[in-house]
């Protein structure tokens, strides 16, 4: 049995010793936030320290199996460390796709040849990982893509475009769907494959955003060799695999509703902005905006927490991971909305240190996306309608 509590003081211990201190504190600009990656640049040593540490310990994927470079912690043990990185405000050492999407995938279908690959190097934060999925003319109607993998005997040809690949200009590979026999149904015939983003033929061009940032890159495919071995799965049954991804990926963008550890406090920010009277904010409409998004995000966190345990006891997440993913945007936007607010005019600073180069605004645009990527929120309300509440 395990003794919680010795896990919990030895956890403790741990990131004391090995947390630094300026690790301790909120992400308020975009360099803060870890990516890894085998050309990735770092805001400072300790960054880079921390995500080595943590990746060195498989912390960065804690219930991850330790043969592929996990934690190999139990549901309980990962909710002790999760509650420890928290009460010292510890920032993510990590935020990696390679983490919350192609990981779980190839855990879930991969080769054991994949596993061995890709796994150890994606905890380490070593390669950075971005999705090719959606297409000019196949983003909310994903089965229709038209990206064609041509079998060369001992290899595919790749041929085609992405679009809305995120960080897809400084990604190391890329997991992609793409159409392996153009004869059959719109369901079938498409496989996920792998490839580094250095392969001859790979072109990745950045959009520019409403923000002012580019996250976001179309991806042009030209005579792309992808080797056979790449293949996650069946060739041909890679719907399946993508539908499982895509439940991770809007679990993942779901989570941008929830404070975690590292990010900036709503009531911090409101405190600092307005300033209490008798121990409460003196504001009394803005007040009020603060303390309902912090009921509002209270009940997310325990319901994604409940549907995080359901899923470990093996009941699945499924069309759960519509209705997370679209109240956690939207609770996301509406957390920047309140900071807006509690900065009144400052809000607007656009550029210079005082604005910290107008992180704040750039960063309210950019939750605008929260809603359109990963699936329309449209789209999700569709599944929530017919696979939760059994509407027509």
Not at 153 to 179: E, I, P
Not at 267 to 289: C, I, T, Y
Not at 346 to 375: C, F, H, V, Y
């Amino acid at each position: 049995m395990i003794d919680l509590q010795s896990f919990r003081d030895d956890t403790r211990q741990w990131l004391e010793e090995n947390c630094p201190t300026s690790m301790r504190t909120p992400v308020t600009d975009t360099k803060a936030v870890c990516w890894g990656g085998r050309n990735g640049t770092f805001q400072s040593v300790e960054q880079k320290q921390w995500m080595e540490r943590m990746g060195a310990r498989g912390w960065t994927a804690p219930m991850w199996p330790k043969e592929y470079g996990g934690g190999g912690l139990s549901k309980t043990e990962a909710k002790v460390l999760r509650e420890e990185l928290e009460r010292i405000n510890a920032r993510s050492p990590l935020d990696s796709f390679g983490v919350w999407m192609i990981g779980p995938a190839l855990l879930a279908f991969g080769s054991e040849e994949l596993k061995q690959q890709h796994l150890p190097p994606i905890v380490r934060g070593e390669i950075r990982w971005c999705q090719g999925y959606s297409e000019p003319n196949s983003g909310s109607d994903l089965a229709a893509l038209q990206s064609k993998a041509v079998d060369m005997g001992d290899h595919y040809k790749v041929n085609g475009q992405k679009v809305w690949t995120s960080y897809g200009d400084q990604a190391d590979w890329m997991f992609c769907l793409v159409r392996t026999d153009p004869d059959a149904k719109k369901q079938s015939g498409i496989s996920l494959v792998l490839f580094d983003m250095e392969t001859p033929g790979v072109t990745p061009k950045p959009i520019k955003l409403i923000s002012g940032s580019s996250p976001f890159c179309e991806t042009f495919l030209e005579d792309v060799r992808v080797e056979k071995n790449q293949v996650v799965g069946e060739v041909n049954q890679g719907w399946t695999i993508a539908k499982y991804l895509l439940t991770h990926e809007r679990e993942m963008i779901g989570g941008f509703g929830l404070a975690d550890a590292g990010a900036q406090n709503l009531w911090e920010v409101a405190v600092g902005a307005l300033g209490l009277e008798e121990g409460r904010l003196s504001n009394s409409f803005l007040r009020q905006d603060v303390t309902r998004w912090e009921i509002d995000a209270a009940a997310f966190a325990l319901t994604a927490e409940r549907v995080t345990d359901q899923a470990k006891v093996g009941q699945g997440v499924g069309a759960t991971s519509a209705m997370l993913k679209y109240y956690g945007t939207e609770l996301n936007k509406r957390r920047y909305e309140v900071m807006m607010k509690l900065q009144g005019t400052e809000a607007m600073g656009w550029e210079g240190t005082a604005s910290q180069d107008g992180w704040l605004p750039k960063t309210w645009l950019r939750t605008k996306g929260n809603s359109i990527e990963g699936g329309t929120s449209e789209v999700q309300l569709n599944i929530i309608a017919k696979n939760i509440l059994g509407l027509g």
